[in-house]
């Protein structure tokens, strides 16, 4: 049985707080504590906030190419500016979308450039962290160092997909865990060797994790507990297909 | 909070089975019952057998076609005849990978025709239900004529994903819910219009299933008890991206 409980009263994120603490804090106030075993997710919105990933559209000139490019999407060319400065490439620019592979290698709408539920101003936009392994790491310390357990922390973001409608949670980030499940070589329940059978559950818990963090309610954090979590050094690049063995770039 | 309870002792599914009666007697067995807000996800394969969706490749006879495909892609001939009977589409067919859209608009790798875990014979393989939405509706119906209760139920498959690596739990069949969660036009904590904000709750569901819905073992059913779905109408259709809205096909 799995458990997946809401972190509340999480405040609004400013730079530099220390988001293992607070998330440490609330969940004392709800009555509840850090078991061996759980995980944690954080949305990347509270880790960028904390970490100064957070731009101002009013300081951003934006280049003739990202004039052009706002022109053809309709879009601000000061946020189209700030999407070109995260992304290494774009890999579709249509019908108003682009589609962009981040300096890190997720691909997604806009290189994970926000203008949502960040700041009161209107012209606030957050990026993605700049390390969300790093990020997924110091939380995972902070826990460790008050609680005294290794709890894996996913940093996540909610990505469209090809092919399907509606978003869902990803894991950007990871800490304390493998991300993918294989089950390649061993044997089903019928003995057969499975074969293609590698369980992306970094990502599973990032979608589990999604169903209680509201993103209209302050709902930034969850654990989830009961999963049997493979320890080990994990990484978000684990669950990015090289370019080379994709055949949708 | 949000629970998901494994169904456990879920035997071997043969034609004609009523999966419906079983997850409720398996249910009962483990002690536990359904509460009126609890979605049910059952695994692809065991709605498969239970409707016949199952074919023994040794029936098979390749069309040309299929034999020149499966002799580039190094498969079975015969599983490639019976995959390009599921197909609507060929997405992509490169380096042994035959990603198709299938009769139902899934896109996937094989058309979804799988052969682990399927019977003991090693010819023996299974095919996406014809109407996985009908197939949850029954399921659903007989739930509800056992426990009263009104449960919707989401039939799921695990497939890949373009750019990343793994696969993950997908919604295919859903019934008695809504799969998309539309936050647009909802305001933020912050007051500011949710621009692009649709979550597909469906999927989400499904990959929170998938972490007890152990491959090895004989979980192929689910509960998961605490979300606050949206009753109504649903279809896995509503989670597929029209072809002439899609930058990936």
């Known amino acids: 049985m799995l458990t997946i409980i809401p972190v509340k009263g999480i405040p609004d994120i400013e730079l530099g707080d220390n988001l293992g603490e607070i998330i440490v804090a609330r969940l004392k106030d709800q009555g509840e504590e850090f078991q061996e075993g759980d995980v944690t997710v954080v949305s990347q919105k509270v880790v960028s906030k904390a970490e100064g990933r957070v731009i101002n559209l009013s300081k951003v000139t934006p280049s003739p190419f990202a004039s052009f490019v706002a022109k053809e999407a309709g879009k601000d060319p000061r946020q189209v500016e700030v999407i070109l400065r995260e992304t290494r490439k774009i890999v579709r ?10 300096r890190h290698g997720f691909i997604c709408a806009n290189a994970g450039v926000d203008a949502s539920n960040v700041a009161k101003g209107k012209d606030i936009v957050t990026l993605l962290p700049l390390d969300p392994d790093a990020s997924a790491d110091r939380i995972g310390i902070t826990i460790r160092k008050l609680t005294g357990k290794a709890i894996p922390v ?62 209209a309610d302050k709902i930034p954090a969850a654990l989830v507990r009961g999963y049997k979590i493979k320890r080990g050094k994990g990484t978000g690049k684990d669950l990015l297909r090289p370019e080379e063995m994709d055949l949708f770039r």
């Open 93 to 102: 620019m249509k019908a108003g979308h682009l589609i962009t592979e981040t």
């Open 154 to 215: 996913i940093v996540t973001d909610t990505f469209g997909r090809a092919w399907r409608m509606g978003q869902v949670n990803f894991a950007i980030g990871i800490s304390g865990m493998k991300p993918i499940h294989d089950y390649r070589g061993t044997k089903d329940m019928y003995r057969h060797t499975l074969r293609v059978t590698e369980i992306a559950v970094a990502d599973e818990l990032a979608s589990a994790g999604e169903l209680v963090m509201n993103k």
